[in-house]
């Protein structure tokens, strides 16, 4: 579904109970929601099945919106190994269904996503849903309640922005190196 995007961007928030997804389209550098919204996983038996339908969930939405890109927010480490144990899985079965299909997956932390989209990276994530409500222009009715689809809607905006950043040149560390590198201008 590229619709004459120049790029599109998937974003996921993984959770073993509900996963949110948002999909960013950008045309003429200027970026859009295309779609956003959760996959629910709580009332799976196992924590197995949970995994799979992450999977097909996501590898569906990768083959319904052909996604350039996925940004995937990284886990946040707290105090509970197994609640961060089942995280990871969660993220690296999302991860993998977007590898299936080839697509280059980016992972920002937390901290750098609300930073990116709100200015502090301590933000609220009712606060990151409502600046992203005033940058992408969404009227409140499209938003989602669940705060989990405006994180990945809040990831691929991040990953947008990262890749808008000019890149400095490798220039010389040094007088010494810029010398070596330029012996045509040493004046002698």
């Given at each position: 579904m590229t619709d004459g995007w120049d790029k599109v961007i998937i974003g996921i928030d993984p959770g073993t109970n509900v996963m949110g997804y948002g999909i960013l389209g950008v045309r003429?550098?200027?970026?859009?929601?295309?779609?956003?919204?959760?996959?629910?996983?709580?009332?799976?038996e196992n924590h197995y099945?949970?995994?799979?339908?992450i999977y097909e969930r996501v590898l569906g939405l990768v083959e319904q919106y052909l996604p350039d890109?996925?940004?995937i927010e990284?886990?946040?480490?707290?105090?509970n190994v197994q609640s961060m144990l089942k995280l990871g899985r969660a993220q690296g079965v999302a991860m993998a269904a977007a590898l299936a299909r080839q697509v280059p997956i980016t992972e920002y932390e937390p901290r750098k996503i609300k930073q990116a989209i709100t200015g502090s990276g301590?933000?609220?994530k009712e606060q990151v849903q409502e600046m992203l409500r005033r940058i992408l222009s969404i009227p409140r009715e499209d938003l989602d309640v669940q705060l989990d689809a405006t994180d990945a809607l809040g990831a691929a905006l991040c990953h947008f922005y990262e890749q808008q950043r000019p890149v400095a040149a490798a220039g010389p560390?040094?007088?010494?190196?810029?010398l070596a590198r330029n012996p045509d201008r040493l004046v002698k």
């Open positions: 003429a550098r200027k970026p859009q929601m295309i779609a956003l919204g959760v996959i629910q996983l709580s009332r799976l099945m949970r995994l799979h339908r890109e996925m940004a990284a886990p946040f480490f707290g105090k301590a933000a609220s560390k040094s007088w010494k190196e810029f």
